[in-house]
């Protein structure tokens, strides 16, 4: 690995290989789910990874204009929240699908996507995951509406 990882302490190297041991599972849960909803550049996959009710609800009102932006025949809901299910499952559309992961699930795929970005179409509604993002809220004054449609679905 050459001379950084030389120069790294065990502590360091565990961590590390903790987070791509993580990494791996995501994949491989990727992978699963990608053949299991045939998953393809038609569709959407938009992650739900934390508990904000208020981003949530703003996001998944505006899944429908995600979807006819970029021309997708299908969203896939990815979460690990009960409430987006439950918000999901009541907007009668089959359009949109809800996959439901556990707290760990979602960790592991989250560490994979912080590697590779593993679809065409995919966002993730969130101010802090997997990348730190809520500067352009606090410092900017984007509306909650704004920052989803500009810095999470890049529809502006």
Not at 64 to 91: C, N, P, W
């Amino acid at each position: 690995m050459g001379r950084y990882w030389d120069k790294m302490s065990v502590n360091d190297r565990a961590a590390l290989d903790a987070v791509f041991e993580k990494a791996k599972a995501g994949r491989e849960l990727w992978l699963s789910l990608s053949e299991k909803h045939n998953i393809d550049s038609d569709c959407g996959v938009i992650v739900f990874p934390v508990r904000d009710d208020e981003l949530n609800r703003e996001a998944i009102s505006l899944l429908s204009a995600y979807m006819e932006r970029f021309h997708l025949r299908q969203i896939y809901a990815v979460t690990d929240q009960e409430s987006v299910i439950e918000t999901i499952k009541g907007m009668d559309c089959q359009e949109i699908v809800d996959i439901g992961l556990s707290e760990t699930e979602m960790d592991n795929l989250l560490k994979y996507y912080r590697m590779a970005e593993f679809t065409a179409h995919i966002a993730v509604v969130s101010i802090d995951k997997p990348f730190g993002n809520d500067y352009l809220i606090k410092k900017k004054g984007l509306s909650m509406q704004d920052f989803i449609l500009s810095a999470i679905f890049k529809m502006r």
